[in-house]
């Protein structure tokens, strides 16, 4: 259990144009989901994290405008980087909220690599 | 806020030696840590956890235990394996409150030669 899809797993777009990923918790129900960037060789950067039925919070530095996240469902997240640029390029993951025990466990998808020509 | 500091950065080991990961925390309401693993190109797989009721966990060859007292927790692989080789990431959170942000250690790149 606890499967989370990220698609599409690489996208490569020109300068100006957008991206979605999509970000699915498969086999449970997550009210929270959260998207990172990840730079090589260095550890994960939260950028948002994504409510269901509501506005995501976003950290500090991370543009709302440029990076759009909708929580549509308790089961699908997405991202759209919007008028991307080379600085974009990256490897964004998503990882999925679910309750176990009184505690909080996070499960992540298999990422989707960003290239921006 | 949470700040996690993960030690060594890289780590070697023969096959069948042990691997030691180290991580220390400073907020002392974390209550849960996990540990993922990541492979190249991959997303990270969240391979063991523990919660701050308990002081240590195993299972199979992963072991994780935690020092409440002196806020630090570590990874213990036993009998490595070449597809143990992966960057592993430590994180820290308080688990049971709404916020849970994971805090993450910088990862310790992992090595073992067959």
């Known amino acids: 259990g606890a499967v989370v899809s990220q698609h599409p797993s690489r996208v490569i777009c020109k300068s100006g144009t957008s991206v979605k990923i999509e970000c699915r918790s498969l086999?449970?129900?997550?009210?929270?989901m959260f998207w990172y960037r990840q730079f090589p060789k260095q550890s994960l950067m939260l950028m948002a994290t994504?409510?269901?039925?509501?506005?995501?919070?976003?950290e500090q530095g991370v543009e709302k405008d440029k990076f759009l996240i909708n929580h549509a469902s308790l089961t699908l997240s997405t991202l759209t980087v919007t008028s991307a640029h080379p600085e974009d390029s990256s490897f964004y993951i998503c990882?999925?909220?679910?309750?176990?025990?009184?505690?909080?466990?996070?499960?992540f998808g298999p990422g989707t690599r960003l290239t921006v020509t | 806020g949470e700040n996690v500091e993960q030690h060594p950065s890289t780590l070697s080991v023969q096959e069948g030696d042990s691997a030691v990961i180290k991580c220390t925390y400073s907020?002392?309401?974390?209550?849960?840590f996990p540990w993922y693993k990541q492979e190249l190109g991959k997303g990270p797989q969240l391979i063991i956890d523990?919660?701050?009721?308990?002081g240590e966990k195993k299972d199979q060859r992963i072991a994780v235990t935690l020092n409440k007292t002196a806020k630090h927790f570590s990874l213990h692989i036993t009998e490595t394996q070449p597809e143990d080789s992966a960057v592993y990431f430590c994180?820290?959170?308080?688990?049971?409150?709404?916020?849970?942000?994971?805090?993450f250690g910088t990862g310790t790149r992992l090595t073992v030669i067959p």
């Open positions: 990882s999925a909220r679910r309750s176990s025990g009184g505690f909080y466990e996070q499960y």
């Open positions: 907020d002392s309401a974390s209550n849960y």
């Open positions: 994180a820290a959170s308080r688990g049971r409150t709404g916020a849970n942000n994971l805090f």
């Open positions: 994504s409510n269901e039925g509501s506005k995501a919070t976003y």
């Open positions: 523990i919660r701050s009721n308990v």
């Open positions: 086999d449970f129900q997550a009210t929270t």
